[in-house]
């Protein structure tokens, strides 16, 4: 009798739980056992007793939460396959950002691939996605609309240059994620040519300096000084997207409001916000590439995690794929991932 | 129509006005004729031609999409245009590369394996084989020509000329050959929803600019254009004759005047150069009449921007039998007396003109300048002689629906202070309570359109002013995004358990300076005490709460507001820092000014079950 789906993975209050390897992947409340897919703060959580995953997820954490952000810590290393209980276990590279895996489950010849939150489009600060044929893949729908669908990054890049070639005299106030979103901007900046210091707020200091010593090349990235804020005519500022509309964005020089993310393909978001350049730059899959993956993946079942579940679910049956929805709560921000106003700049990475 | 697109959408994006007039002069100047032409007739609201229905747009998608998937995006994106733009399936596939691609292979770096991804799923979500599903299958050697792409000029005249039944074909078409953006503003202009973010102001000014034309001199010829407005814009370049204005009743823009701010301003001014006359509480409009090449007499009715309202008004364009043009309050007269801008108000909002509506709103012009009599222009005319000529046009016309709107007689400032106070006691009487002030016009003065400084005048009436309480906080726009610039306020009132209570009686986001700003958007920092998206509520009751001063023109009823009543022109005249919640000022404050306005003769029975 092979083993099913359910008896290697549940979902239990604190998130995804298997019973036979006594662990938990990604879960939103302390345990005594975690496996992380990346470092965002709705996957990655402090305060686990023992803690798998990648050595940049596990810096990624440390720089967070401090060294003692768990008990004990021990590194996955990509590809290689591991025993835990009962159950092998591998990671995997989901191409969403620096050190970010998928977890594969395996016993008996069964296999569920867990894949965290995952993106097809290149991305030069982290590694590529990986197609890992399983039985049941379980996926996010952030993007999970046909309304969806990312550009081209240098494209969106170039739209921000231009903005700049055209008003040399603004300063350029950009929105990220401050781990992800921000550094792959910077990479993008540099890829197009950008030399000039690509200015930071405080809230992306300490991930950036991260990246770089990770290998990744981000050239000069000084902390904005609040008093010289005026003088940065023509600057390029990365900072977290509560505040680009926040008083701290004012001071520049007749600020232009840029804001990267998914989210910006739909207008009325980009106008909700104030967003005057609105960057379609997103480090989850969009629909044409949640689709083709689910196909290559080839998997007899799908689970959706968070997002627009009900679409998904809703073309996985129109292919006879067989799907359900997870309604897992705790991750992106109610599948909206609209950062709220308030909140704070260092918990707002997380979203889109 | 790319370029139509891609200019609507920066202006969507674009809050500043420089800014926007710079990208409509990069687009008028860029664009050849008739394709700027027709932007232009989009943007003043100029076009006219058969409207795409809601209904037939879902249906052309719901061909090419699941209708699943389309209602899920259509209810997360909220807009049936951008959804669809967003969501259309491109036919520009590149045949044969999916089958070229390794499905096993990670995603490289390189952007070509993922060119196949972009036909895919989502727009194949018809499980039954589809239009998506030949499209992909046709292989590679498939040639199908590229889709035309539509100029705007093909957009319009296609929509004026076809068929009910041709109409979706059309569309398809068109959706196929643009891009998303293009897409997006088709839609809108289909829909009759083009609301771009320019005014009709705006758009002409940018013409002007490109022959270094004040707007004004574009009004002057407008109305006696027609799209796409070749003429004009050879004129505006330099290439052509000023338009002749074919209208024989054009409008003219009007001359505006400077406020007084406070009496010591007249210290500057000689009272013996100046004329005065009420200020009425109306609407501004233009009275134009003249012969057509068939000798038939055209009338027309103009509000203050130029917009064509004889339609609403056939009771005053009857009157308009003069050959010339009048410059003139528009107001509901019953019995002889003015009746307050609530009257007006009630006659404004009406969407069809009932013989009912006419007899029981009759509008009036009380006259104030001229413009042109029998043919001529007197515009060049000192006030005095303009006045003259007025009387004299009047005196002949000598129509019950307009009359002469009187001189106020003064020798010093005092004495005109003395009028400005009491109306009713200088010569307004009973119209009183529809005086908004005196208007000063310098007795030599020509007529000028704009705002010139120094011959005209107004000096308002006081305002009315309440103390209110701060209740909720919202976020301003453009350069106040940041800050919590616009404040609901309330007063107090008996409420339904018998205890006072705060009700909102409006809204004000002027009045203070860029300091007290910052002190407000703090204030409201920490006081917030829920959140609704971007409103704040704060602190507000008997202990606790913020008393800001509002100065005000008018109350009028609201079915909006829950206390009733709506204040016209709010505004924030002092922060009250000092002063307890408990002691703010109650909503029948209000309703007595509300009273005061509303003394008004009723038109007989039929009104008040009405009300």
């Known amino acids: 009798m092979p083993i099913s789906a359910s008896e290697l993975l549940t979902l239990t209050r604190e998130g995804l739980y ?27 959580r402090s305060g686990h007793g023992e803690v798998l995953a990648t050595p940049e997820t596990l810096r990624i954490m440390a720089v967070r939460y401090g060294e003692d952000f768990c008990r004990s810590r021990q590194e996955a290393c990509l590809g290689e396959p591991m025993r835990i209980g009962d159950v092998t276990v591998r990671f995997a590279p989901a191409g969403h950002v620096l050190g970010s895996a998928q977890i594969a489950i395996e016993k008996d010849g069964k296999r569920i691939v867990v894949s965290g939150d995952y993106k097809r489009a290149p991305d030069p600060t ?19 609309l046909p309304v969806f669908v990312h550009p081209d ?16 005299e603004r300063a350029h106030i950009v929105g990220a994620y401050a781990l992800g979103k921000a550094q792959r901007v910077m990479a993008l900046l540099r890829e197009e040519g950008w030399d000039r210091p690509i200015h930071l707020h405080g809230a992306m200091e300490k991930l950036t300096e991260l990246y770089k010593q990770e290998g990744i090349p981000l050239g000069e990235t000084p902390k904005v000084v609040a008093a010289e804020r005026k003088d940065l005519h023509g600057a390029i500022v990365i900072c977290p997207p509560s505040s680009i509309q926040d008083l701290w964005a004012r001071k520049f020089p007749d600020p232009v409001t840029a ?32 689709c083709r993956t689910i196909r290559e993946i080839g998997a007899e079942e799908v689970w959706v995690t968070h997002g627009q579940e009900d679409a998904l679910v809703h073309w996985c049956g129109t292919q006879g794929i067989k799907a359900k929805p997870l309604h897992m709560l705790g991750y992106g921000d109610d599948g909206e991932a609209e950062p709220d106003p308030g909140a704070k700049p260092e918990m707002e990475e997380a979203s889109a | 129509m790319n370029d139509f697109a891609h200019l609507l959408d920066r202006l969507a994006y674009e ?26 007739a989009a943007m003043t609201g100029n076009l006219s031609f058969r409207e795409a229905k809601p209904a037939m747009i879902r249906a052309l998608v719901e061909e090419r999409v699941d209708p699943v998937l389309f209602g899920l995006s259509r209810n997360y994106v909220g807009d049936l245009a951008e959804t669809v733009a967003l969501i259309w399936p491109t036919p520009t596939v590149i045949p044969g590369r999916r089958e070229a691609s390794n ?41 199908n020509p590229p889709p035309d792409v539509p100029t705007l000029s093909d957009v319009v005249e296609t929509l004026a000329t076809t068929a009910k039944k041709d109409l979706p074909r059309h569309l398809a078409n068109w959706l196929d050959a643009l891009d998303e953006t293009g897409r997006w503003a088709l839609l809108k202009l289909v829909t009759g929803n083009l609301r771009v973010g320019v005014s009709a102001r705006l758009a002409k000014t940018a013409v002007g600019a490109l022959g270094g034309h004040e707007p004004d001199a574009i009004e002057e010829v407008w109305h006696g254009l027609e799209a796409p407005y070749e003429s004009l814009f050879a004129w505006v370049e330099g290439r052509g004759e000023r338009p002749e204005t ?36 109306g609407i501004r409009v233009q009275l134009a009449g003249g012969r057509d090449r068939d000798g038939r007499q055209v009338a027309k009715i103009y509000s203050r921007t130029g917009e064509d309202i004889t339609g609403a008004f056939p009771d005053l364009a009857e009157a308009i039998t003069f050959e010339g043009a009048i410059d003139g309050e528009l107001l509901i007269l019953r019995e002889h007396r003015v009746q307050s801008f609530n009257v007006l108000q009630q006659r404004l909002n009406r969407k069809a003109v009932t013989p009912k509506l006419l007899e029981e709103f009759p509008a009036h012009v009380r006259a104030y300048d001229v413009f042109a009599d029998e043919g001529e222009d007197l515009r060049a005319l000192p006030f005095s002689e303009r006045r003259k000529a007025l009387e004299k046009l009047i005196g002949h ?15 010093t400032w005092p004495d005109l202070a003395a009028a400005r106070a009491d109306p009713a006691s200088a010569g307004a009487g009973e119209d009183a309570d529809a005086i908004e002030g005196v208007m000063l016009k310098r007795l030599d003065s020509v007529y000028q359109p704009g705002r010139p400084k120094g011959p005209w005048w107004k000096w308002k009436r006081e305002p009315f002013v309440v103390d209110a309480v701060m209740m909720y906080a919202q976020r301003g726009h453009g350069k106040r995004s940041s800050f919590y610039s616009d404040y609901t306020f309330g007063c107090w009132r008996e409420g339904e358990a018998g205890a006072d209570e705060l009700v909102p009686v409006g809204k004000a986001y002027h009045g203070f300076t860029d300091a007290e700003l910052q002190k407000l958007d703090r204030y409201v920092r920490n006081h917030t005490t829920k959140r609704f998206g971007p409103v704040r509520e704060v602190a507000y009751g008997r202990e606790a709460g913020l008393v800001l001063e509002i100065a005000f023109e008018g109350v009028q009823r609201s079915t909006r507001h829950k206390s009733g009543v709506a204040m016209r022109f709010p505004r924030v005249s002092r922060i009250r820092w000092d002063k307890p919640p408990a002691e703010a000022d109650r909503v029948e404050a209000l309703e007595r000014i509300l009273e005061r306005g509303e003394r008004e003769i009723a038109p007989g029975e039929s009104m008040e079950t009405d009300a």
Do not use: Y
């Open chain 1, 259 to 290: 804001f990267a993310s998914g989210w910006m393909r739909v207008r009325a978001r980009a106008r909700q916000k104030g967003v005057e350049l609105p960057l379609v730059i997103s480090d989850h899959s969009d629909w044409p590439d949640l």
């Open chain 2, 103 to 143: 499905p096993e292979s990670t995603t490289g770096h390189d952007g070509t394996s993922r060119i196949p991804s972009r036909v895919d799923p989502g727009f194949s979500p018809l499980a039954s084989p589809g239009m998506t599903g030949e499209r992909r299958d046709a292989g590679p050697g498939h040639n």
């Open chain 1, 153 to 168: 990054t240098r494209g969106e890049v170039r739209k921000l240059l231009d903005s700049v070639a055209l008003f040399p």
């Open chain 1, 18 to 44: 298997c019973p036979l390897g006594r662990f938990h992947v990604d879960p939103t409340w302390p345990v005594e056992r975690a496996l992380i897919t990346h470092g965002h703060a709705d996957h990655a």
């Open chain 2, 397 to 411: 016309l000598d129509h019950a629906r307009i009359d002469l709107s009187p001189i106020v007689p003064f020798a």
């Open chain 1, 126 to 144: 982290c590694l590529p996605f990986e197609v890992v044929p399983c039985d049941v893949f379980i996926t996010e729908a952030t993007f999970g």
């Open chain 2, 15 to 40: 809050p500043r006005r420089n800014a926007k007039l710079r990208l409509l002069k990069d687009f008028f100047t860029s664009t050849p004729d008739p394709e700027r032409g027709w932007a232009l």
């Open chain 2, 246 to 281: 074919l209208n024989p009743a054009p409008f003219r823009p009007p001359m505006l005047s400077h406020p007084i701010e406070e009496e010591a301003d007249l210290d500057k001014l000689d009272p013996a150069a100046f004329s005065a006359e009420w200020k009425w509480d």
